[in-house]
């Protein structure tokens, strides 16, 4: 059964920096496209950051120039450094694969707060 284990959220003042951290467990890692989402309450989860196998890389516009997505395939693990962070911003935090599907059983996600 896939595990999805989100970290690195927490609070920071506008114009701060925030590395998150997932590690995946219990399916294949290599063979998929991994992304980042975000949701914030009454809204759907959105896609902002995803890799592909080759390790080319597709941003939302809203963090586009901000953010960089990495993976590393023997860990298991996809990351995200967050820079120039922004209070709208503030949301929780997931990991999934993109494509074909995203995986049913998501993460706990972790929490991004940015204050202005």
């Known amino acids: 059964q896939v595990q999805l284990r989100e970290s690195g959220g927490g609070s920071v003042q506008a114009g701060g920096s925030l590395r998150l951290s997932c590690v995946v467990s219990g399916t294949f890692f290599g063979d998929y496209v991994w992304g980042w989402y975000r949701q914030t309450p009454g809204k759907q989860r959105e896609l902002v950051a995803s890799?592909?196998?080759?390790?080319?890389?597709n941003y939302a516009d809203s963090v586009k120039g901000r953010s960089t997505i990495s993976r590393d395939n023997a860990k298991k693990t996809i990351d995200v450094q967050m820079n120039g962070l922004k209070p709208e911003d503030t949301a929780v935090y997931y990991c999934n694969r993109p494509r074909p599907w995203p995986f049913g059983s998501w993460g706990p996600g972790t929490q991004v707060t940015v204050s202005s």
């Open positions: 890799i592909n196998r080759d390790g080319t890389t």
